[in-house]
């Protein structure tokens, strides 16, 4: 059986991400992969989590 950095017949894809991003930052990191830039191989985005916010009251 297929057996790839995880349990067998299981693959962990997350050797090819190579950036995070905020939802927010996908324009401009879209520029990036297209243009191989700051050696971009795969970004995946995420929602920002606005429960780890602090706020000052």
């Known amino acids: 059986m ?3 950095g995880g349990q ?3 693959i962990d894809p997350s050797f090819v991400i190579t950036h ?3 939802l927010e930052e996908g324009p ?3 520029k990036t992969f297209r ?3 700051d050696g971009c191989i ?3 985005p995420q ?3 606005l429960l780890s ?3 000052q009251v």
């Open 2 to 4: 297929l057996e790839i």
């Open 8 to 10: 067998e017949g299981q």
């Open 20 to 22: 995070t991003v905020f």
């Open 28 to 30: 401009g990191m879209y």
């Open 35 to 37: 243009d191989k830039e």
């Open 42 to 44: 795969k970004a995946v």
């Open 47 to 49: 929602a920002m989590n």
């Open 53 to 55: 916010t602090s706020t």
